[in-house]
């Protein structure tokens, strides 16, 4: 009888503490600032590039700023969301919200120790994300996303998630300096983790209710949204994450975080697909004043060039010269120092050469 009651009573220890904290891998969240105009700014990229390939979970998103720059993509929606994390130099990152008061922001040369510390010592989630549905309407733009948000403990105090939609592959200049590998602006710079819009603004939306988020209550979110036609849609990405309510955005410590391709099957990162041809789209807006986005597809690793030329047939902008990989790319023409008019743009390859119209009204 003795043993009975023992073998019950472990089995109840053991049931009990499988219901009171669940398992859930961590996926860390960084968030950092950025700029083109910024020449220690790609020392910071090519640590993240060492960090996704030593922690493939982590989750990356790149604010644009310098308010009186030119960076193409330093307005956004959500756009307060880098006054109220605090950056102030750049680049610099947060790591899931939990970064001290005494030094809050850590410079890219401390990147992989503080995501290294993430993992090693807070390896479980407390909260599990799972997309149940998607679709993407090519025809128009639109996004439907549903996601449920599930406790794996109780959860004291107010929580939020947060949809922020982010692209890879922006083609564009890039400041250098040679601590970096280089020195002055880079023409051909491939931008990843960019912010095009912070989807539910920039504090997100409220999860549970009454204080406590209950073991195992799980929550449902719905996204309905529709992509700007200047957007890559295969290279773009919805990152959602969930974090705890403070009295300061900083501090507000993410429970977890997920990236989700715009397109395709969910759970597979479409951006990762090999485009089947070569292709060159027209460019949008056209006619444009003065930024267009020009999109392109090469199926193969290879030489690219891509340039633009006047209606004389004259080159004034030589934006692509160098081996790309193969993949989806979004280039970003400025046209503020050109005059108005016809212009050409050709995108050439080892087995691809075509040449588009474009004007240019100011």
């Given at each position: 009888m003795k043993k009975i009651f023992i073998a019950i009573l472990s089995i109840w220890i053991l049931t009990g503490v499988e219901n009171k904290v669940q398992s859930e891998p961590r996926n860390v969240l960084i968030e950092y600032c950025t700029g083109t105009w910024c020449g220690w700014c790609p020392c910071g990229h090519q640590a993240l590039t060492s960090i996704k390939a030593a922690f493939p979970r982590t989750v990356v998103i790149s604010y644009h700023g310098g308010a009186t720059s030119s960076d193409p993509w330093k307005d956004f929606n959500g756009v307060e969301i880098r006054s109220m994390l605090g950056f102030t130099g750049y680049p610099t990152g947060i790591f899931?919200?939990?970064?001290?008061?005494?030094?809050?922001?850590?410079?890219?040369?401390?990147?992989?120790?503080?995501?290294?510390?993430?993992?090693?010592?807070?390896?479980?989630?407390?909260?599990?994300?799972q997309i149940t549905s998607k679709s993407f309407n090519s025809s128009n733009n639109t996004l439907d996303l549903s996601v449920n948000a599930t406790a794996l403990e109780e959860l004291q105090g107010q929580y939020k998630l947060s949809f922020v939609l982010v692209e890879d592959n922006l083609v564009y200049q890039q400041n250098h300096y040679s601590q970096c590998g280089t020195t002055g602006y880079v023409p051909d710079y491939v931008h990843k983790h960019v912010v095009r819009?912070?989807?539910?603004?920039?504090?997100?939306?409220?999860?549970?209710?009454?204080?406590?988020?209950?073991?195992?209550?799980?929550?449902?979110?719905?996204?309905?949204?529709?992509?700007?036609?200047?957007?890559?849609?295969?290279?773009c990405k919805i990152v959602i994450f969930v974090y705890k309510d403070s009295s300061t955005v900083a501090h507000g410590n993410v429970q977890q975080a997920i990236e989700?391709?715009?397109?395709?099957?969910?759970?597979?990162n479409a951006n990762n697909e090999i485009p089947s041809e070569y292709s060159l789209s027209q460019n949008f807006p056209n006619p444009f004043n003065p930024v267009t986005n020009i999109k392109f597809t090469i199926p193969e690793d290879g030489l690219v060039s891509f340039k633009i030329y006047d209606i004389m047939g004259r080159e004034v902008e030589n934006y692509i010269n160098d081996i790309l990989p193969r993949g989806s790319y979004n280039v970003q023409v400025d046209g503020s120092k050109l005059s108005s008019g016809v212009y050409y743009y050709e995108l050439r390859a080892e087995k691809f050469r075509d040449t588009k119209r474009m004007v240019l009204v100011k």
């Open positions: 899931d919200r939990t970064n001290t008061p005494s030094n809050p922001y850590v410079t890219y040369d401390m990147w992989m120790g503080r995501t290294t510390d993430r993992y090693t010592n807070f390896p479980n989630a407390s909260v599990r994300l819009s912070m989807l539910n603004g920039a504090t997100g939306e409220n999860l549970n209710t009454g204080g406590v988020w209950n073991l195992n209550q799980t929550i449902g979110k719905n996204l309905n949204t529709t992509l700007n036609a200047a957007w890559a849609a295969n290279n989700e391709s715009v397109i395709g099957t969910t759970g597979i």
